[in-house]
Nanobody, 118 residues
Framework: QVQLVESGGGLVQPGGSLRLSCAASGFTFTNYWMNWVRQAPGKGLEWVSSTNDKDSETYYADSVQGRFTISRDNAKNTLYLRMNSLKPEDTAVYYC???????????WGQGTQVTVSS
């Protein structure tokens, strides 16, 4: 079965950094675009970033452009999100998601909590 397991979340001060990881299994990881999506407290889902199967194309939401970097290690079946210059408004549960069509996701991880606070 398809499994996506996020890790790396936690409490960080404003301006700090975190790296999230998503371990994928149960499918051919190299065949899929992968995404990060987040949900802030009391808010709906917000798409954050995407990367293609070869990690040669990346896309970012305006809210994180220049601060976050998406990457993948296909040899390890792992997706990453490096988050720098974190702001309180980045506080959210972060999910990795498999893409089967343009911004259409068929598999999700359980999420990892990121809290940005002093």
């Amino acid at each position: 079965q398809v499994q996506l397991v996020e890790s790396g979340g936690g409490l960080v001060q404003p301006g700090g950094s975190l790296r999230l990881s998503c371990a994928a299994s149960g499918f051919t990881f190299t065949n899929y675009w992968m995404n990060w999506v987040r949900q802030a407290p009391g808010k709906g889902l917000e798409w954050v970033s995407s990367t293609n199967d070869k990690d040669s194309e990346t896309y970012y939401a305006d809210s994180v452009q220049g601060r976050f970097t998406i990457s993948r290690d296909n040899a390890k079946n792992t997706l990453y999100l490096r988050m720098n210059s974190l702001k309180p408004e980045d506080t959210a549960v972060y999910y990795c998601a498999r893409e089967y069509g343009f911004l259409s996701f068929d598999s999700w991880g359980q999420g990892t909590q990121v809290t940005v606070s002093s």
